[in-house]
């Protein structure tokens, strides 16, 4: 069915009584693609009741989803992917990886690409060549892409400084893995926020690298420090469940001693169980989706191209696995 102007037909009244914005309404009546297909749907239907009537067949949107190896990305990515699809998307996927050459043919075909690949800057800088009205989105990890989305890396690593600094800890090991996409800016944060609480705070690095265990790192570090420290904090929740299933066994008395924290989301079911009772800077997976489903469906402007960077909130909880040293002697667990 054509367009055919109604003067008649209120835009803003229309907006009003959908609870959304007159630039939806008028980006439904020219043909934008950049419109949520719920929220097109209900302005059609309305419009057309008023006697505007506006339906007319609408281009296709191609979204690249991009894998690479990492597990929980993956999986959560195909979540998107199946959102997405659901709401009548064509959605790709590929491994920058595994096929370059492939990756940058399908760039060159879509209109969006999420990256659920840890990629670096050349990337998404060839990407942008291969198609330069490209849109980019990274989630969990910083980057130079169009969007992206993360927890607040730098509020959770200051929680966890604070928490640590609140119970007297001053002598503190950080276990960073080098397979961990966000370890760098989680790091950061924790050693600037200790070092402005407490500048004569000992802060110990367990550098895991690629190939390494995770128990076999820590039974190193644990062989050669002295005196060892009182608390040990894992950058991700995945780390702190190694150490849980694997180290802990192994030296019982010396894990009784040590205070535990870690950084990670809430047990996901689907994906991985988190087995412990850790304290935790915790986040929501599913805040993730959200809010790049949002800006697949609501596309922001692309004339200056400046970066967007969300971040999904974060908090502590407690459980009692970090000791408060003010307090020797007497068993103390916190609420």
Known sequence: MEKRPNGSVNFRQVA?????????VYRVVNGAVNVHPETRYKVVNELNRRGCFVHSPQRQIKLLFDF???????????????????????????????????????????DTVVFASIPDDKIITAARNANKSIYTITLSTSSIADVTLS???????ELAAEHLYANGHSHIAVHCAERHPTRQERMKAF???????????QIDLIHEKKGETTAGVLQK?????????????????????????????????????????????PDDWEFNVLNYDFDHIEFFSNDLLDWAEYYITNRPMMKKRTPIHTSTDVRLVICGSVKNLHRKGKKHVQK
């Open 151 to 157: 927890p607040n890396n730098i509020k959770g690593a």
């Open 16 to 24: 009003r009584d959908l609870g959304i914005s007159v630039m939806t």
């Open 191 to 201: 050693f600037a926020q200790m070092n402005f609480l407490d500048p004569e705070c």
């Open 221 to 265: 570090y644990f062989q050669t420090v002295t005196p060892p420290p009182t608390a040990l904090f894992f950058l991700a929740g995945e780390f702190a469940m190694l150490y849980h299933k694997e180290f802990e066994p192994l030296f019982p008395e010396l894990c009784r001693n040590l205070s535990i924290l870690t950084f990670d989301r």
């Open 68 to 110: 690479t190896g990492h597990q929980y990305l993956t999986y959560y990515g195909r979540q998107l992917m199946k959102r997405l699809a659901s709401l009548g998307y064509t959605c790709l996927a590929s491994d920058h990886r595994k096929n370059y050459e492939a990756f940058l043919n399908m760039v060159s075909e879509c």
